[in-house]
């Protein structure tokens, strides 16, 4: 068996190199066509300055779908609030927490505006849950457009195509009324204290880069999970976005507080939301003009204002 | 092969190619038959590996897979992080091994017992093995990891780690009294007579004369327990606590490329295999000082 192992192991480690030294001398090429096309170009301040591509090409019936007539999006389940609601308790199976399929909530209302501006009626609209890891998992996907909160990184954009920002987000800290965090006011007064998010999401990022306090942050499951910490007083204090700050606050955790949200200066630096596309989607053009027509017409704002609560009345952590 | 010990020769070799790896002792091979089963070997191995190859890269979507999966550049950029987390991983696994040794033992002599009078314990402790073999080891890093500190008892800790220890030593104790057990059982029963007729208790009995013989020929499925806990120190990471494969999900999901993985399968690899070579060296050294003994 020795030498089996032996023989296995090398053409193993053979294997990885071959794969990975290919790999290692395509993302200079990749990375400068990713930047040429137009979804990595594109910013969340101003619209797509791409050419807008012609009404014929984003016609319904033209369109490369999924499901031929349909506009099949993807977002995870549980669909959480506030982005995603179930006003009256009934939803439709499998939907947790919010249903994408009423409309109702930021992304639920936001999917359906997107679906009317590129010409699909709200029957033509198929739902289907898409975890976070399979929206940008390689080979064919499953959905033409994924609609999960999905933040904007240069990164991201060279494995799958993102679209303009519909939503420019504040990170913000939750904690309980009680723990000594619910006090502070600046970053320097945040440094003592024990932070968790959610696992790959920007809110951890915010920990590692914005708040860096002395001990480690957690990287929880789930944000569930990192509200069981919360409770369990491993954590002083719960990053998330702004929005989701709220809903935690006013329906998840009792006692709890929006400590303060982070500020930085709008601008293409801002974070924003977007929709996850396949790399190269012949869709993305037409997302963005959408969207951009959205911004314009003033309905994403509308939006904005009827599902999520003003950022003005969080307070806003000093530098 | 391997119980034979000492460096990899070509008898070795093929041996393993021309008879499937079981090489009786006693019979010569004849030179030219070895070198043409030597040879039918390197080319059955090269075309069954060429093909596999051939068929993954020439794959419809190979360059997004390979791009997702294998990206050098990712690689190289998250190799020092993974590392680093790692270091949790060592940490655990260090403190839960000695507990689970120490544990695990001591669930298998309760199990042991004899007589009426222990039958409460024995009844315990098999429920016990039996309750922590059954109920995959997660949930029990879960309920111990959120539920016990939840329970706001002053004094206790709120770290998810020394809770991450407790269940990985709980569950594993489980498998590996199991072990143990099947290693005292197999130690003759004369030995024990032996030993008491000497006028050893029966507790000096198990130290100085069941135990000894037991853990020593157990040495190799406790060992390959342990690369199962190695391994399996990445459930922890559902508490939160930032360890390797935590670190790798952190990565992947900040490049959306799941390279970081690929890191973290080597840093596996590296630690493992020296593992269980040295579990053949000492078996191997082990049967070579006992050899022309009642074996």
């Known amino acids: 068996m ?12 053979a294997i990885v190199v071959a794969a990975c030294s290919t790999a290692g001398s395509s993302p200079s090429a990749s990375a400068s066509a990713s930047a040429a096309s137009p979804s990595a170009a594109a910013s969340s301040a101003a619209p797509s300055a791409t050419a807008s591509p012609t009404a014929d090409a984003c016609a319904k019936d033209t369109l490369t779908l999924t499901t031929a007539g349909k506009l099949t999006i993807g977002t995870d389940n549980p669909a959480y609030p506030p982005y995603f609601q179930i006003p009256d308790g009934t939803a439709t199976a499998p939907w947790e927490l919010g249903d994408p399929t009423n409309g109702q909530g930021f992304e639920g209302a936001f999917a359906y505006a997107l679906a009317d501006r ?52 504040n990170q913000s800290i939750v904690a309980l009324k009680a723990n000594g965090l619910a006090a502070a006011k600046t970053v320097a007064d945040l440094k003592a204290f024990k932070f968790g998010a959610q696992t790959g999401t920007t809110s951890y990022d915010t920990i590692t880069n914005v708040i860096a306090p002395t001990s480690p942050g957690m ?61 190269d989607s012949p869709l993305t053009d037409c997302v963005n003009t959408a969207i951009a027509a959205l911004k314009s017409d003033g309905t994403l704002d509308s939006i904005t204002k009827e599902w999520l609560a003003d950022k003005a009345s969080a307070p806003v952590i000093q530098p | 092969m391997s119980i034979t010990g000492g460096p990899l020769d070509t008898g070795d070799l093929i041996g393993l190619a021309g008879r499937g790896g079981h090489r009786r002792s006693g019979r010569r091979i004849p030179p030219g038959e070895a070198v043409r089963s030597t040879l039918i070997a390197l080319v059955s191995t090269i075309v069954v590996f060429g093909v596999i190859v051939a068929v993954v890269t020439n794959a419809p979507n190979w360059p997004a897979v390979q791009k997702a999966f294998f990206d050098g550049e990712i690689f190289a950029r998250s190799w020092p992080k993974i590392v680093e987390a790692f270091g949790t991983n060592i940490a655990l696994f260090l403190i839960a091994e000695v507990l689970i040794l120490i544990f695990g033992l001591i669930l298998a002599i309760l199990r042991g017992l004899p007589g009426p009078v222990f ?32 329970l706001g008892i002053a004094g206790i800790p709120v770290d998810p780690f020394p809770y991450a220890v407790l269940a990985l030593t709980f569950v594993y104790s489980a498998y590996v009294s199991e072990v143990y057990r099947a290693g005292i059982e197999s130690v003759h029963w004369s030995q024990e007579a032996a030993a008491r007729s000497l006028g050893l208790s029966r507790f000096q009995t198990l130290r100085y004369v069941i135990v000894p013989q037991a853990v020593r020929r157990v040495i190799p499925p406790l060992l390959n327990d342990f690369i199962g806990l190695q391994k399996d120190t990445v459930l922890v990471s559902v508490l939160g606590v930032v360890e390797i494969f935590r670190e790798a999900q952190i990565l992947k999901s900040a490049a959306f490329n799941f390279t970081p993985f690929l890191d973290v399968a080597l840093v596996f690899i590296i630690v493992t295999i020296p593992v269980a070579r040295l579990t053949d060296w000492l078996v191997a050294r082990d049967r070579g000082r006992h050899a022309g003994g009642i074996r």
């Not at chain 1, 609209?125 to 999960?148: E, M, R």
């Not at chain 2, 024995?122 to 939840?150: C, N, Q, S």
Request: glycine share 6%.
């Open chain 1, 2 to 13: 020795r030498s089996a192992l032996k023989s296995s192991a090398v053409l193993l480690v």
């Open chain 1, 118 to 169: 590129l010409g699909f009626a709200k029957a033509d609209v198929t739902w289907i849950v898409v975890p976070f890891d399979n929206s940008f998992a390689p080979g064919v996907k499953k959905f033409d457009i994924d609609i999960n909160q999905v933040s904007f990184k240069p990164e991201r954009a060279q494995a799958v195509d993102m679209s303009d920002g519909y939503y420019t987000l």
């Open chain 1, 219 to 279: 990287a929880y499951t789930s944000n569930d999970d990192a509200i069981a910490g919360l409770k369990a007083k491993q954590i002083d204090g719960l990053v998330v976005d702004l929005p989701t700050a709220f809903f935690v606050t006013a329906a998840q955790v009792e006692n709890s507080v929006i400590v303060g949200q982070f500020a930085p200066p709008a601008g293409a630096d801002a974070e924003h939301f977007s929709v996850v596309l396949a790399k």
């Open chain 2, 119 to 150: 039958f409460p314990i024995r009844l315990l402790a098999t429920i016990y093995v039996d309750v922590f073999r059954a109920v995959p080891g997660l949930l029990f890093i879960y309920v111990f990891g959120f539920a016990i500190p939840g």
